[in-house]
Each structure stands twice: as structure tokens, then as C-alpha cells.
């Protein structure tokens, strides 16, 4: 096997993704440490997804693939407790788990892209993706008749890792995003996504209801 990276990990009922930023308040005296330490040390620790068990208390059971982290910055706050800023960087693979420290440690390796083959089914992708994200930008900030331009990356791989942050999905949903290893396939899993919070709010969907529908709740006067 290859070289493993020791990594701390911190489970969260969430999913970062490399390009994003998450904002974390910690208390729990084993992850104050883990911080203290990745700070003294200068090191990056990972975001997984839990697959069982709980945020708070006894060790939680991950997913396998996580985002290695950088701290941007950390603040004190009262009650021994820190608010720390982190920024999704790249993405690894659990081999082996360590359950000896006080946190949870994984011995990781890289979860590595692959390369872009089909090169026009690509750039397909990537227009499309880049005007159905700068749609949805649009019906998010309710202005769907505004014209703006999406100043985003031409890379597939950050590209759908920006979109994949972005969507209001489930965390399984997230999960499977992240996953992925080809870009281009994460492009095509992403499109319908956009499309259809885009027609769900451009298009309402509305039932036509009869006078028959409300009589348990109407009295003639």
C-alpha cells in the first residue's frame, strides 16, 4: 500500500467540498485540541460526513471520503469555546482508522481526478453547466430577468466542486457528488439538479382545488 497521511478528522452531519468555506464552533475539549494542534503543526484536518452516530460525544462512524481542510483563522470565544473559519482544499480516501487519541485520526490517501477524455462532450457540459448555474444564481437571488455573468472557473473540476457547494441538496446527494472521480460525469450528474430548482422556481406548481375540497370547513350562514 501506499504512503498513508495521518489526518485528524472532524465528522459533521455535513458535506464540504474543496473551494468551499465552512465556519465551525467548537467546544468539546477533544477538538480544541485537535485544532490547537493542526495550528502549532501547521496542518490541514479532514471534514467527513457521518454515516452513524453523533456530532457530539462518543466517536461517530464516517464515510470515506472527506475534504482535507486548511484553517484560515481561529477566534476565542467565552466557555472555552473557538470559532473556527476552515476552507476545503482536496478531497482524500480513508484506509485505516485510529481511535487511540482523544479525536478521530484517518490514515488517508488522495482521492485523484481523472483524466478528461471525451474533450467536446466536456466543453458541452461545462457551457451548459455554466448557464444553468448562472441561472439558478439568478431565481436564488429573485432577480430572474437580471442579466449577470457568472465569473467562474473553466476547469470541470473546480467548476462542478463550486456548483456541488452551492446546491441546497441532502447530504447523501452531496456525498455522491463528492465521490466522484471523473468531472465530467459530476458536470452531467449536476445539470438536471440545477434544472429542476430552476423550474421549481420559475414554475410554481400550483393544484387547483374544487368548493367540494373545503366543505368540511364551511358553514352556511
Known amino acids: 500500500m501506499a504512503h498513508l497521511e495521518e489526518m485528524p478528522l472532524f465528522p459533521l452531519h455535513s458535506v464540504l467540498f474543496p473551494y468551499a468555506t465552512l465556519q465551525l464552533h467548537v467546544f468539546e475539549a477533544r477538538y480544541r485540541e485537535m485544532v490547537q494542534h493542526c495550528v502549532d503543526f501547521e496542518l490541514p484536518?479532514?471534514?467527513?460526513?457521518?454515516?452513524?452516530?453523533?456530532e457530539v460525544g462518543e466517536t461517530a462512524e464516517p464515510y470515506m471520503v472527506g475534504t482535507a481542510v486548511r484553517i484560515a483563522r481561529v477566534h476565542e470565544l467565552d466557555g472555552d469555546r473557538l470559532e473556527v473559519h476552515v476552507e476545503g482544499e482536496r478531497r482524500f480516501r480513508i484506509r485505516r482508522l485510529d481511535e487511540s487519541k482523544p479525536y478521530l485520526v484517518g490514515y488517508v490517501e488522495p482521492l485523484v481526478e481523472e483524466?478528461?477524455?471525451?474533450?467536446?462532450?466536456?466543453?458541452?457540459?461545462?457551457?451548459?453547466?455554466?448557464e444553468s448555474f448562472q441561472e439558478l444564481i439568478k431565481v436564488a437571488i429573485g432577480r430572474p430577468d437580471f442579466s449577470i455573468e457568472i465569473r467562474a472557473s473553466d476547469d470541470p473540476s473546480i467548476l462542478s466542486f463550486i456548483i456541488s457547494g452551492f446546491l441546497p441538496i441532502e447530504n447523501l446527494e452531496k456525498q455522491k457528488l463528492l465521490e466522484i472521480t471523473d468531472p465530467t460525469q459530476r458536470l452531467a450528474e449536476l445539470i438536471p439538479i440545477m434544472e429542476r430548482f430552476i423550474?421549481?422556481?420559475?414554475?410554481?406548481?400550483?393544484t387547483r382545488l374544487s368548493s367540494e375540497s373545503f366543505q368540511e370547513w364551511i358553514q352556511d350562514n
Open 199 to 206: 423550474s421549481d422556481a420559475t414554475h410554481p406548481h400550483h
Open 115 to 130: 483524466a478528461i477524455e471525451q474533450v467536446e462532450r466536456t466543453d458541452a457540459l461545462l457551457l451548459r453547466a455554466r
Open 45 to 54: 484536518f479532514g471534514v467527513v460526513l457521518i454515516r452513524s452516530g453523533q
